[in-house]
């Protein structure tokens, strides 16, 4: 969790079930609340960090980070936090961040620096298109 001045953070987590403590654990905890709660807004949307580099050219903006966690904020307007994956080649935040967090004219940026390794592009399509004939192979058994 990010402070207003710092940025500060819990040093535990704890769940119904006990003291999350990999990545993944909270990432199953994170998407296990959105699905359960029919809301998208904790829903993670990763980024090539390079989408941060418009900001770094500019004084109006400011960047800062500790290892894992960043914050972006245009001075009187804007401000969103993010977490940085390991290697700081890309970044994440949450639906709802982006969605509160973002003005409107930021949003075609952020979309152009969409970024995952573990995506179906074919389900990807199908989802912009629903309804259209997509030719992903034979149907087979799984």
């Known amino acids: 969790m990010l402070g207003t001045d710092r940025l500060r953070w819990p040093v535990t987590f704890r769940a119904a079930t006990g003291t999350l403590t990999s990545v993944s654990d909270y990432l199953k905890l994170v998407y296990s609340r959105a699905l359960t709660q029919r809301d998208p807004a904790l829903l993670q949307v990763a980024f090539d960090a390079m989408v941060l580099d418009r900001y770094r050219a500019s004084a109006a903006y400011a ?14 307007a804007w401000t969103l936090d993010f977490g940085i994956a390991p290697g700081d080649a890309v970044i994440h935040a949450s639906w709802g961040a982006i969605a509160q967090g973002l003005p409107g004219e930021e949003l075609a940026h952020w979309a152009s620096h969409a970024s995952s390794l573990l995506l179906s592009e074919m389900y990807l399509k199908m989802q912009l ?14």
């Open 129 to 142: 298109s629903p309804g259209a004939c997509h030719d992903d192979g034979e149907v087979r058994t799984w």
């Open 63 to 76: 960047i800062i980070r500790t290892d894992t966690v960043g914050r972006v904020k245009k001075q009187g």
